[in-house]
């Protein structure tokens, strides 16, 4: 996702300036959209706190809300990732609304369908909106190969690949 974040990205220059706004991730499944979310959370110093809008609703929302309020507190930062946010109702994105207009939490909504028709208008108005790409397979080689030599991979194991059995991998995967 090098628009985003390579140098000059609005990724990178959100988080440089320690302003990561809340924002939709809008892409194809295996587009790493939970990784960036998480990632952002982690150089933010922020609690990540990750929600699946298939299985909760706003009483886990409150129960978020609630813990992003004493975090604040305590002059933490809450991140909450809401995972296929495109499947919450128009009463579930309004209760978040407030949270995301007073600077309680900061929204990473992840969806595979298009905002502008799955979410409402007023929550999308309050976020920055990044359409992510498909990893082509050059991206996924590369970071097969990165996790077959660094340790917190498969480095400390022995496995090895050839550039040309990585390259079939990653047109195998088709992006995912």
């Given at each position: ?56 609703g706003v009483g886990q929302l409150r129960e978020v809300v609630q813990r992003a309020e004493a975090w604040r507190r305590q002059g933490r930062r809450t991140l909450l990732f809401v995972d296929e946010i495109h499947r919450w109702g128009k009463a579930q994105q309004d209760a978040l609304l407030p949270h995301v207009e007073a ?74």
């Amino acid at each position: 996702q090098t628009r985003w974040l390579d140098d000059g990205g609005f990724l990178r220059r959100a988080l440089a300036s320690d302003r990561l706004p809340s924002c939709i991730l809008w892409g194809p499944p295996g587009c790493g959209k939970t990784t960036l979310a998480r990632l952002a959370a982690q150089h933010a110093q922020a609690e990540f706190v990750q929600l699946s809008a298939v299985l909760d609703g706003v009483g886990q929302l409150r129960e978020v809300v609630q813990r992003a309020e004493a975090w604040r507190r305590q002059g933490r930062r809450t991140l909450l990732f809401v995972d296929e946010i495109h499947r919450w109702g128009k009463a579930q994105q309004d209760a978040l609304l407030p949270h995301v207009e007073a600077g309680t939490l900061t929204l990473v909504g992840a969806t595979t369908d298009n905002p502008s028709f799955a979410l409402t208008s007023a929550l999308l108005s309050r976020c920055a909106l990044m359409v992510l790409e498909p990893l082509a397979a050059p991206d996924l080689a590369a970071l097969l190969q990165r996790a077959l030599d660094d340790d917190r991979g498969y480095g400390g194991r022995g496995l090895q690949a050839t550039p040309e059995a990585l390259k079939q991998i990653a047109a195998a995967a088709d992006g995912d």
